[in-house]
């Protein structure tokens, strides 16, 4: 068994000089970078053992992780690196490369192609990077991947938001899990998605099989570890009673288990209360910890934002459609859906609840009247069954703005529990 082993320590400027409000904040921030990831220890380990040791066989590997947002996969993955390029320093490993491709950063899924190569190209000595177009650096790849090179490192590719990188002939991610098989390769391609199935429901089996390799799966965060996260972060700091981080972490697991939003309602709270401290010097009087009291507070003031309020003042018909939307989703694992998938699950959905189900010219109009108010994105210069729609709305705030609705928070149950 291997060690647990601590983050690598991060150049930090001057807190000194902080109040623990000011400092709270500043390490309740999601960008800030922690001394420690706890909760993901098992993770971290099972990632570097398979990664680490790609690179000590000088061979290819595929790592497929998934899991829903802020459950800590894209964070645990770079520490992993970053520990490993410490390693690699202190020539405990052999050197390797490493490049990060974003399916949210990249207008082509193309260009993933460039990317790669631009961070394996070593013809050019003066230290400026060329840039080459997609189809030149595929060529170049296939080249590179087929023949033996005496000068060639091991490459380690981080492929984030892989649900994007998705393309009808889906010839990128092929490629991207094929090169890894070859010999003499020496590419090891980590590929973290929010679905756990998306090999299965969106690509042929042949790619499928080539993924099925290794698989990681992060589960949501539970209340007690939301708690650890947010506590770990607050370590030395007098700012929180304890019974308000709890609370806070008992709100965040029972609606999604995102480790971000958790501390997104911690920092609010702390915010609340540096504002009411400012309003004490004019007479009022203000808490010298965040209490419960100002974690609800804050938990009231980011879910009753205008998205929340809208879907409340939604018809019911409407609500079921955006569940539809959401299940449609989930179930693809892609963000962009088809009118006609969602059509006919809201058909069903009504059956199996006893309600009076639309037909399909009302749905479209149910379809159009959430595009207006853009809770719904839809594809332009068509109205059919063949149009393509995405939510425009996060599951958070449906999960909040229906949990009162006893009819739609009974379907929401049933879409959370599968």
């Not at 491709?101 to 400026?128: F, H």
């Not at 700091?237 to 480790?259: C, H, L, M, P, T």
């Not at 009231?300 to 609500?319: D, G, T, W």
């Not at 909040?400 to 959370?416: E, G, P, T, V, Y």
């Amino acid at each position: 068994m291997m060690p647990i082993l601590p983050l690598r320590r991060v150049n930090q400027k001057d807190q000194s000089n902080l109040s623990s409000y000011e400092l709270a904040r500043e390490r309740l921030h999601v960008s800030a970078v922690p001394d420690s990831l706890p909760c993901r220890e098992d993770e971290f380990v099972n990632i570097m053992g398979y990664i680490q040791g790609a690179i000590e066989e000088a061979t290819g590997t595929c790592v497929y992780i998934s899991g829903v947002p802020g459950t800590g996969k894209t964070a645990t993955v770079l520490e992993v690196i970053r520990y490993l390029q410490h390693q690699a320093e202190e020539k405990a490993i052999p050197d390797f490369d490493f490049v990060e491709i974003n399916g949210m950063k990249l207008t082509d899924p193309n260009q993933a192609y460039s990317v790669l190569w631009e961070c394996m190209d070593r013809s050019n000595n003066d230290g400026k990077r060329k840039r080459y177009t997609a189809s030149h650096a595929l060529q170049l790849l296939e080249a590179k991947f087929s023949s033996l090179s005496n000068d060639q490192r091991t490459t380690v590719v981080l492929m984030d938001e892989l649900d994007l990188l998705v393309t009808k002939k889906q010839t990128v991610m092929y490629n991207f899990f094929d090169w890894p098989s070859r010999p003499l390769s020496k590419l090891i391609v980590v590929a973290i998605a929010n679905t756990m199935d998306l090999p299965e429901r969106i690509m042929s089996n042949k790619i499928a099989s080539r993924m099925g390799l290794t698989r990681i799966n992060f589960q949501p965060y539970k209340y007690d570890q939301l708690f650890q996260i947010v506590q770990s972060r607050l370590q030395g700091i007098d700012a929180f009673a304890k019974e308000a981080v709890e609370f806070a972490a008992r709100k965040v697991s029972a609606v999604s288990g995102d480790a971000r939003r958790a501390l997104d309602i911690c920092r609010r709270a702390v915010e609340i209360v540096e504002s009411k401290i400012k309003e004490q010097e004019e007479g009022k009087q203000a808490p010298k910890h965040v209490t419960i009291a100002v974690v609800d507070e804050a938990i009231k003031e980011m879910f009753s934002s205008p998205s929340v309020a809208f879907i409340r003042s939604c018809s019911l018909h409407q609500k079921v459609f955006l569940i539809a939307c959401l299940q449609r989703s989930r179930a693809i694992g892609l963000a962009e859906i088809e009118f006609g998938d969602v059509a006919h699950y809201h058909t069903q959905t009504c059956k199996w609840h006893n309600i009076e189900p639309p037909n399909t010219s009302d749905l479209m109009r149910v379809c159009e009247s959430l595009g207006q108010a853009r809770a719904l994105l839809m594809e332009g210069g068509r109205m059919d069954i063949y149009m393509r729609i995405s939510l425009n709305l996060t599951e958070e705030d449906i999960v909040m703005a229906c949990k009162a609705d006893k009819i739609i928070s009974r379907l929401l149950k049933n879409l959370l529990d599968k």
